[in-house]
């Protein structure tokens, strides 16, 4: 029964979400000291150091450690199991706190694995950051390019946007985003004179919206979700394709 109750995943993934509300907890300031709450934080490491030692023995470490999710559950145990020893080790450093709190929060990533079809989400995402490479490329060259216009030619005039090539760049990708664009452009307007310039400035912001937020992130977006979703599609394509080979099928019965 022991053995049994390590092994099976429903548990481990109930396990897994009371320690995620502990952790939850953990970071409200008025329940980080509280030492109860540590120990129950402790009480699930044991429970996940428990899971790994059976599963290693039921399994083997060869077979255990192929599988990638228990590669990384391991990890993620063993870099915990020095916060065990904080509750009765003076820490000399505190960036190892840091280092083991950090730890902590991974233990949530464990989570994912339960999600169901995780496998095929993760496949999409790794096509969909490749097909994405060359349209992310062209975006970063399209940011550094207007940085360094817009701070040559409004750098003056808005330097805590436009004063440095970084502080340009942070503002022209916020063009792209479309949030809060509309304050940039304004805020340089009203400290331009010329109303030939004002108008002037105001079509050129636009039209970095236009070429970066439209269009550009609109391009990243669509590449992005149509090799997300490429899966969906394959599966389609055979069952029109199954469905063809029938209709073809029944054609040539009714001919006879």
Known sequence: MFKRFFLREENMLTAIILNSIVIFA????????????????HFFITIFTI???????????KKYWEGSWNRFDFIIVAGSIPTLLTGFLPVPDTSLLIVFRLFRLLRLVRFLRFVPDMAKIIRGLGRAMKASVFVVLAL????????????????????????NP?????????????????DIAQSVAERTDSPFLVGITRFY????VLLGGIFGMSLA???????????????????????????QELKALLKK
């Open 221 to 247: 977006n669509a590449v992005f979700v149509d090799e997300m979703t490429m899966d969906n599609n394959d599966e389609l394509e055979a069952k029109i394709d199954q469905l063809h080979v029938e209709i």
């Open 140 to 163: 970063i060259f399209l940011n550094i390019l207007l940085a360094m216009i817009t701070c040559q030619f409004y750098g003056d005039i808005a330097p805590e946007y436009f004063g």
């Open 51 to 61: 899971e790994a030692i059976v599963k290693i023995r039921h399994h083997g470490w």
């Open 166 to 182: 970084l502080s340009s760049s942070y503002a022209i990708f916020q063009l792209f985003t479309v949030e809060g664009w509309n």
């Open 205 to 208: 912001f636009v039209l970095i």
């Open 26 to 41: 953990l970071y409200f300031p008025s329940l980080e000291n509280e030492k109860w709450l540590e120990y129950i934080d």
